[in-house]
């Protein structure tokens, strides 16, 4: 499909039910518990991004202004917030994003943000919007999938979804990745630019005029979470290792390592523990 008709349908995007029925719960307090809430909204990347597509809008505080999840908060009364979860789609099924495990995706989405706001700090980088990045930076795929989920089984079959290479291959295929898209939905819910040009060059943070470090920061984030995802071993991971953004960025692959945040024990479902959003409040 062509990248402008992809971008013309709905971004329909499904949340996780566990995260909805939490918020919906804390919401219905006459004093919902902030810190709660920040960590809700921060664990789901479809909640997340619409949130701050409407704290972004012209009835708030403008386009392009609010990176995190916080700021959003701190501009929306309780009400807006009920209505924004309740409106919620809900990732209840298999076949809600066909080819798509979505328990996976969300668990690796958060992984990647907690991920890329550890990096950022190590390289003195916007964590705010280093975590929404990496919370966001997958979304493309999901709307890829859902476009013309024949055509991406037979991809799949070939280079799984979290494959660390799935980006290249996308690009080869279509002409474009799932981060291309990514940027385009952050640039139709008018996050700022500092979002929008880190997952416009995800893939590739050298290919814009000049280097952009949270672009590398969340290479290297995903890359961390993907060779997890993909069982990657020791040596793997040292041939896989993106040295070139590391070089950029003064990280080699031990010093990135030794950032690592992730409990990597497995868990059923990715519900939010305490210091996954402790910056957040």
Not at 50 to 67: H, K, M
Not at 234 to 257: C, H, N, S, W, Y
């Amino acid at each position: 499909m062509d990248l402008n008709a992809l971008l013309a349908m709905p971004a329909v995007l499904p949340s996780l039910p566990r995260a909805v029925a939490l918020l919906m719960n804390e919401l219905a307090h006459d004093e919902p518990n902030l810190r709660r809430v920040n960590q809700l909204f921060a664990s789901d990347p479809a909640l997340a991004a619409r949130l701050l597509e409407l704290a972004n809008s012209d009835g708030f505080q403008g386009p392009r202004q609010i990176a995190g999840v916080p700021e959003a908060l701190a501009l929306l009364n309780t009400s807006h917030l009920r209505d924004l979860v309740s409106s919620a789609t809900l990732g209840t099924t298999s076949r809600s994003v066909p080819g798509i495990n979505l328990q996976q995706f969300w668990r690796y989405s958060l992984h990647t943000a907690k991920f890329a706001r550890s990096l950022a700090g190590s390289v003195h980088q916007n964590q705010i919007a280093a975590y929404t990045a990496g919370l966001l930076h997958g979304l493309g795929e999901l709307l890829i999938h859902l476009a013309d989920p024949e055509r991406i089984q037979s991809l799949n079959t070939l280079v799984p979804p979290l494959d660390i290479r799935r980006g290249k291959v996308e690009s080869r295929i279509f002409g474009y990745c799932y981060g291309r898209v990514s940027a385009a939905l952050a640039r139709r819910w008018q996050l700022p630019a500092v979002v929008v040009d880190a997952l416009s060059y995800q893939h590739a943070p050298f290919d814009n005029r000049a280097y952009e470090p949270l672009a590398g920061v969340i290479h290297l984030a995903a890359w961390r979470v993907r060779a997890h995802e993909s069982g990657l071993d020791e040596r793997e991971m040292v041939v896989t290792f993106p040295d070139q953004v590391g070089l950029a960025l003064g990280l080699d692959i031990d010093m990135v390592l030794r950032q690592d945040p992730i409990d990597w024990t497995p868990k059923t479902d990715p519900e939010p523990e305490p210091e996954a959003a402790d910056y957040l409040v």
